[in-house]
């Protein structure tokens, strides 16, 4: 027996129903062993996080939620917790003037027994030392030796990457370096974006020592096979009809397919397995529900829009107002492409008041700034964002795409006001 929410929709969990992706999880598999940092990139709800959970055991590793106002001292003070010190703040100043921290094993760390310094070894040591280590926060290399001094060995996953500030997700590429050359630590970095060099673009020293995991590409047969493996547990058909709706309209989003696979359950009474199998599904029943399930969210789309429209500040050429211009007039499959920086910028030198006058230069520094701009109004999960190597303005929030097909765009652009441009 399997409940349809054990196996259909979003949850805490692994679904029952997860189908392994060769281009994603052999790909994850194969390379856990390589001693590289890996990096698990793609759009919003497309299965990152539970490409993590299938691919590693719980006590494989430890997980960092990354937060939007962390430092680098923030994450590795983060690390430390979550392997089990405690934290104090000292008195002592680094050379930056910053206030260094004591940081102490717990008894947690060893499973229990007595408390020891940061230099304790394991329980079985016969000697101990109560004294804590002294560290800056800032230091990659104080974070290597308060790991090594507890035999940390697992795994480091940073979950929400994208949510960090931009100057700490460069400071924490640097970082990285440091770890694989001066460790064995592995970190495994989850974020939403689809740049799969995002990380080396930081730092050009990590190309060759992490991997890139694109965990955003779902193809139609996989999506076909999650459907599938879902019917077999709960002991239900859905018609040829309703899925190849589905199909059409889900722009290969799982999350899509998941959650309208839960709804039509829901709305035919399939709580649970079911003793006799019964098809259900029609083909109005998936246009239906992919409608509700991505207007659901218009209330957060159009937030999106105004807030971004109004940028970090008001400004003259209110660039991140215009740069909502060529993504709402765009059709839906050049937005699934990415939309093309010199695309964006003959458009905008079109329309915008400044016309040719406008400098190319503001448009790119505006594009690098999407990301966090969206982190900064506190839209989760982001929707727009920029990729620095292909030159593309990308759509990393498969609903969005689905509303925008459904809008009336005059009235989107009206909405930040831009109609009649």
């Not at 100057?167 to 799969?196: M, N, P, R």
């Not at 018609?239 to 035919?268: A, P, R």
């Not at 969210?297 to 159009?302: A, D, H």
């Not at 759509?395 to 097909?405: E, K, Q, T, Y």
């Amino acid at each position: 027996m399997a409940k349809a929410s054990e196996v259909f929709g979003i949850s805490r969990d692994l679904p029952l129903n997860y189908v392994e992706r060769r281009s994603a999880d052999n790909k994850l598999v194969d390379n856990l062993t390589r001693d590289k940092h890996l990096v698990i990139f793609g759009s919003s709800k497309q299965g990152k996080t539970s490409l993590r959970k299938h691919a590693l055991n719980e006590e494989d590793a430890v997980v960092v939620h990354c937060s939007n106002k962390w430092s680098i001292a923030d994450i590795h003070s983060a690390i430390l917790k979550k392997v089990g010190f405690e934290l104090t703040q000292s008195t002592s100043k680094t050379t930056a003037g910053k206030s260094k921290i004591f940081a102490k094993i717990s008894a947690t760390i060893f499973g229990g027994g007595a408390e020891g310094g940061a230099e304790t070894e394991r329980e079985e040591a016969s000697t101990a030392t109560k004294a804590p280590l002294e560290l800056d926060p800032e230091d990659v290399n104080d974070i290597i030796l308060a790991l090594h001094s507890v035999g940390f060995d697992r795994y480091i996953v940073l979950e929400d990457f994208h949510y960090l500030p931009l100057d700490t997700q460069k400071d924490f590429s640097v970082a990285l370096k440091a770890f694989h050359e001066e460790s064995k630590y592995c970190f495994i970095i989850v974020g939403v974006w689809l740049e799969e060099n995002r990380l080396s673009v930081y730092n050009g020293d990590l190309t060759g020592r992490l991997t890139p995991i694109d965990a955003d590409k779902w193809e139609e047969s996989e999506l076909r096979q999650a459907i599938e493996a879902g019917e077999a547990h709960l002991n239900v058909k859905f018609s040829d009809e309703f899925v190849g709706e589905l199909l059409k309209d889900c722009f290969n989003s799982i999350y899509i397919v998941q959650e309208s696979c839960y709804q039509c359950c829901v709305t035919n009474n399939v709580g649970s397995t079911l003793e006799q199998q019964r098809e259900i599904g029609t083909k109005t029943q998936a246009e239906e529900i992919v409608a509700d399930v991505v207007n659901q969210q218009t209330g957060r789309f159009n937030s999106f829009i105004t807030q971004f429209a109004d940028g970090f500040q008001s400004t003259t050429l209110e660039m991140y107002r215009w740069l909502l211009y060529p993504v709402l007039t765009a059709d839906v499959g050049d937005l699934q492409q990415g939309l093309r920086l010199n695309a964006i910028t003959k458009t905008l030198q079109a329309k915008h008041p400044n016309g040719r006058e406008l400098n190319p230069g503001n448009v790119t520094q505006a594009l690098q700034s999407t990301a966090a701009l969206q982190v900064k109004k506190s839209v989760k999960p982001i929707i727009l964002d920029y990729d620095q190597t292909n030159l593309r303005l990308r759509v990393v929030d498969s609903g969005f795409l689905i509303w925008l097909n459904k809008q009336d765009r005059n009235e989107l652009l009206d909405l930040i006001g831009l109609a009649g441009v």
